[in-house]
């Protein structure tokens, strides 16, 4: 199975994203061989979008296994996929932005990412990880910050740029000042987060929607089983002869969202792929409509009555 399965959505920015990417978080983090050998089977099983992040601590292995993969003929060239990274909270300042995409390339071993999105609208201060501080909280130079982005995009550092996690109050906050509009908005979204809103609005304004967490993150300290465990997704997918994820995967790519899948496991690797050749029925649809909605991530890590989000509802901007 090629690559050439994967259906593709063209960018703002002109460039063509493939609309499922292999997500490269993972907590715990396997062993960077595991890591490029994974990496290695996802491109022969078909995937050529690859989502990953200096966060996340998977762009080395990212690196070595496209390396990997055109020496051994996989694909021909490095065109032949599509490489995703994010800025981190630390480096969300003007000054910071192009030093923190080049230490990117670097690690991936690439002259230029394909899409690079601020991972969130957050700005911390220097060294704080995924535990931090809520002292480590700053105040966030959206228009600094997406001048940098946009001074990336001129080098030719990043293809297209981009947002996560972005409410739409914030994109309409960057768009004020943006020359270059936001390629992408990353955002939590499955069944049981459905976004209707936000997708509405990036629809409008020509932003590409991604959804991340698209199974709902089980396995993750902050992940539900509103999706795996759903009653009318089991019934659907039953019905179907399909499984639960499939079911999911397959509403979210009928609503015009790219989706970012997670999974280490080569079967359902593939399984993740099997969405493309039936669909879902109106009556279905319909019933996935129904399904209780709520966020996974509730963002409350980044809200301090001392910091610039006093509260979930600032941060979100109250789309929860």
Known sequence: MGGETIPEVVL???QKMPL??????AHPLPPPNLLTSTFIDAIEIGYRHFDTASIYCTEEPLGRAVAASLEQGLIKARDDVFITSKLWCTDAHHDLVPPALKNTLQKLGLEYVDLYLIHWP???KDGAGLQFPKDDLLPFDMKGTWEAMEECFGLGLAKSIGVSNFSCKKISQLLANAII???VNQVEMNPAWQQRKLRDFCKEKGIQLSAWSPLGA????WGSLAVMESPILKDIALAKGKSVAQIALRWIYEQGVSLIVKSFNKERMKQN???FDWRLSEEELAKINQIPQGRGFSGEIYVSPYGPYKSVEEFWDGEL
Request: aromatic share 0%; charged share 5%.
């Open 12 to 14: 703002s920015s002109g």
């Open 20 to 25: 499922i990417g292999m997500g490269t978080a």
């Open 122 to 124: 957050v700005r911390l």
């Open 181 to 183: 509009p936001p390629a």
């Open 218 to 221: 089980n396995g993750a300290p």
């Open 273 to 275: 792929l099997q969405i």
